[in-house]
């Protein structure tokens, strides 16, 4: 895994020169927290059949990778099923049940469909195995052990592991509703991020003084260096104008990618938008998106000191290490992104 050293410094520097910094913020109505996170504090049940707590409380993948979230017993009842379910954030909403098993066989539910498996590594073994990580699979699941009379549980983080970027709309800034954040995060290879990625993003050095939509319809943006100009109060934090109309307000989006197959490279020239596409489709590539930029600048230290088109018509580039003179320059490359790495 890539440690990622870099200091909020650098994130502003790269997000500055990729736009120009912004505006006002009215403060009458933003709240702001500190750098607390909730953590369930509780001891963990003692169960009689579970492993508790599991092996691992958190389980970390890039998308495309295989991961298992460990369920293991440590005794066996003599009847039993175990159901595993992804939690909705809030343990709101509809149960999402991933599948259901007896020890002989298993029914696959859901949006992991066949991605989903049991690990079955012995006879012990409840563990789940998710396959090709997607971005959408962060989150809590929960293992269920259910025999009609003790029913244990124990709780399962996935984190897929990624990065998160602002997207603003090409006809400028605030102008995308909720579910026009959505298809720009999906545009750009991403999806909307949720609050705890834009969190851990403000802890490695996000700070962006425009506010965007998050997955759960809200509205945030991250201050680590706190200024009039970025709303009220004088700590740094997640500052939040709370849940906004999904179909009637308009903000700029956060959107969240992880590793992808391509790899993202360079071709230099003075190119126009139409010269540069097809400087790629020359190399059987394309222009890259906005997410496979930021995937490789976060995963592979991407540094390219020259502008570059992407295939959304704004023109980029990936600064790991900050420099005197980089990127003042608009003279266009291009961004190719080949479709399976080299
Ligand atoms: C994940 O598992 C599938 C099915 O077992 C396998 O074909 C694939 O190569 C694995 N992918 C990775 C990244 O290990």
Known sequence: MDLINF??????????????????????????????????????????YLINPPVFAEVIGRRGDNVTLPCILQSKPNFYKVKWTKLQPGHVGPENIIM?????????YGHLGLRASLRNAHSLDASLTVTNLEL???GAYRCELINGIEDESVQITLRVEGVVFPYQSKNGRYKLTFHEARAVCAEQDGILATYDQLYRAWTEGLDWCNAGWLAD????YPILYPRPVCG??????????????????????????????????????????????HACQR???????????????????????DGGWLRDGSVRFPIRNPRERCGSTYEAGCMGTTREWK
Not at 217 to 220: A, D, K, L, S, Y
Not at 294 to 299: D, E, Q
């Open 217 to 220: 319809g809200t509205v945030q």
């Open 100 to 108: 259901i098993s007896n020890s002989h066989a298993f029914k696959p």
């Open 232 to 277: 009220g109060g004088p700590l740094p934090g997640i500052r939040s104008y709370g849940p906004k109309n999904k179909q009637r307000d308009q903000f700029d989006a956060f959107c969240f990618t992880s590793q992808m197959s391509g790899v993202v490279y360079y071709i230099s020239g003075a190119f126009s938008f139409q010269q540069a596409t």
């Open 7 to 48: 200091t909020g410094k650098d994130i502003v520097r790269t997000f500055k020169m990729n736009w120009a910094l912004l505006l006002l913020l009215a403060s009458c109505c933003i709240t702001w927290s500190t750098a607390e996170h909730s953590t369930s504090s509780a001891e963990p049940r003692k169960l009689k």
């Open 283 to 305: 190399q059987s590539a394309e222009l890259a998106l906005v997410g496979q930029l930021y995937a490789a600048w976060y995963f592979h230290n991407y540094d390219q000191c």
């Open 136 to 138: 959408g699979d962060s």
